[in-house]
């Protein structure tokens, strides 16, 4: 496989200064081609305090006289004027599909306690395919959002509570800070509260805006015994979350 063994090691952590043309223009010699490219499964990145994600970068590309070796990176901001990066691998494990094609698997970390808030969003990864006669591929592939992690808590009462009285949910939605490595609460977001039977699922009942703490209060109606909780979507910064579901028996 050219200059790279066929062994899994993890990216280093070093924050890499990548020039525009380096990490986001799309250059081509000869025929070779990246055919796909992947970051986690192509799910996000939810990092919370402390906390390491492990994941796997796939990249399949092909020649007709084969592929001498695949290098990547991820990097923050616009294609056109990146900022930082993750410095790539160096031995990723990589197997010929047949005589022109080659896929390559990366296993890369990203992990708070050097990621600060203005990190959360869209990195992008640039892939560099490079041919056993010189040809080359290189453009930004694939991309992944990474987001911080989100807390929320639920509390519905009174408990037990007769039919056709009003319960009241309270809650708080908080989501933790790179910056500090802390949770804090997260105002003004559209939160779900939402109910579910002993045997059912989940449904929307209504939304309700996160106060300026980040606190959550609505009233409904007492009908029918199950489960209360809050249900955040998430943004383009901040990962989803679930409260666990508070059970009222309704008398």
């Known amino acids: 496989m050219g200059k790279h063994a066929a062994a899994t090691v993890v990216a280093s952590l070093t924050i890499l200064c990548l020039s525009a043309p380096t990490a986001g223009a799309e250059t081509r010699l000869g025929d070779t081609q990246i055919l796909s490219a992947s970051v986690n499964g192509g799910r996000a990145l939810v990092i919370g305090t402390a906390a390491q994600a492990s994941f796997p970068v796939s990249v ?4 007709p006289d084969g592929i001498d070796y695949i290098d990547v990176w991820l990097y923050r901001g616009p294609s056109t004027a ?9 031995s990723p494990v ?24 203005a990190d959360a969003g869209t990195w992008r990864l640039h ?17 992944v959002s990474v987001l911080r992690s989100a807390k929320l808590t639920a509390n519905a009462a009174p408990e037990p509570v007769t ?13 933790v800070s790179w910056d500090d490595s802390a ?30 703490t980040g606190y959550l209060k609505t009233t409904v109606t007492a009908t029918r015994d199950g489960y209360w909780r809050y249900s955040y979507p998430g943004n383009t910064t901040t990962g989803p979350a679930n409260a666990p579901g508070d059970y009222v028996d309704v008398r």
């Open 60 to 63: 399949t590309a092909s020649d």
């Open 82 to 90: 990146p900022t930082a990066g993750l410095a790539a691998p160096s």
């Open 94 to 117: 990589c197997t010929a599909v047949d005589g022109t094609t080659t896929r390559c698997t990366f296993g890369f970390v990203m992990g708070e306690g050097w990621l600060q808030n």
């Open 127 to 143: 892939v560099n395919a490079t041919a056993k006669d010189g040809d080359y591929h290189r453009k930004a592939a694939a991309s």
């Open 163 to 175: 039919k056709g009285r009003p319960i009241t949910v309270t809650g708080a939605l908080s989501r």
């Open 183 to 212: 949770y804090h609460r997260y105002a003004g977001q559209p939160v779900r509260l939402q109910f579910r039977t002993l045997t059912g699922a989940y449904t929307t009942v209504r939304t309700v805006t996160a106060g300026p």
